[in-house]
């Protein structure tokens, strides 16, 4: 499914083709998502679009009646065409705007969501959501302090969207490898400073997932089509079975979580 990374990439990719528009339709074909499309989504139109802003994995298409609300759930792809562009199979939105552009949702699975903001509201769905993890709210203290007494495993324990948002699997993953730290371990039995060294390589990682246009592996395109290129990058993700690119040894791959999980036995030992 699209991580932070993949998302904050989406962003980029609309925004300087809706910002300062005027939405002029709504259409929803198809309003059942993982939640139903409410009507007030229709508030939108005769709006000028006020800027596209990203908390965890959601978009926010600003405007002064309010805030449209976009989720890619597991599959949902954003894409900026003409208004004239064929539709294809699953295309269950369209938002069209004064440019003669549509932000299209397309998505197969229907587990994403297009949601409602009243103004200066917050949703119900972002009243607990932990710190952005590339801002200066996301640090060593907030894992210190906030895995203390925790038996949670530690991949488990950043992944939580209540301590931190956006760290998703491939990109914990990848974290924990950089930081040397074995995915099983109890959050609560990690130091101080091996988080401050986690809390960078997480930064790190998704910052370089962003620059490079995210990772693709199934569903994830850019929204002009194009694909991300991290999974060219990753050190022990999907690797299980070949030899780790700093020590040689296997890299294996277990279940925390229900996920598949991949880790050096000898990096992070």
């Not at 596209?52 to 759930?73: N, P, Q």
């Not at 301590?163 to 609560?188: Q, T, W």
Request: charged share 25%; proline share 4%; with cysteine.
């Amino acid at each position: 499914m699209p991580e932070l990374p993949e998302v904050e990439v989406s962003r980029l990719g609309i925004s300087p083709h809706i910002t300062d528009q005027v939405v002029t339709k709504v259409i929803v074909r198809n309003g059942r998502l993982r939640w139903l499309v409410p009507d007030e989504v229709q508030l939108l139109v005769g709006q000028k679009v006020k800027a596209v802003t990203r908390r965890a994995k959601y978009l926010f298409i600003e405007t002064d009646a309010g805030s449209g609300i976009l989720h890619l759930g597991m599959s949902g792809k954003l894409r900026v065409v003409d208004k004239d562009v064929e539709l294809v199979k699953h295309d269950h939105i369209d938002i069209e705007f004064s440019n003669g552009k549509v932000l299209r949702y397309n998505d197969a699975r229907r587990f994403g969501s297009f949601l409602w903001q009243e103004p200066n509201t917050t949703h119900k769905l972002l009243m607990k959501l932990g710190p952005e993890p590339l801002t200066d709210a996301f640090d060593a203290n907030v894992l210190f302090e906030q895995s203390r007494g925790k038996n949670t495993v530690v991949k488990n324990f950043i992944m939580d969207n209540h301590i931190v948002v956006g760290v998703g699997n491939i990109y914990a993953n990848e974290s924990l490898f950089k930081a040397g730290i074995d995915p099983r371990k109890p959050a609560g039995k990690i130091t101080k400073k091996a988080y401050g060294i986690l809390t960078e390589h997480i930064k790190q990682t998704l910052a370089e997932a962003i620059v490079q246009g995210g990772t693709t592996l199934k569903d994830f395109t850019q929204s002009d089509g194009s694909p991300g290129y991290f999974a060219q990058e990753l050190l022990v993700y999907a690797r299980a079975g070949k030899e780790c690119l700093t020590c040689q040894n296997v890299i294996e791959s277990i279940k925390i979580g229900q996920r598949n999980s991949f880790y050096c036995p000898s990096c992070q030992g």
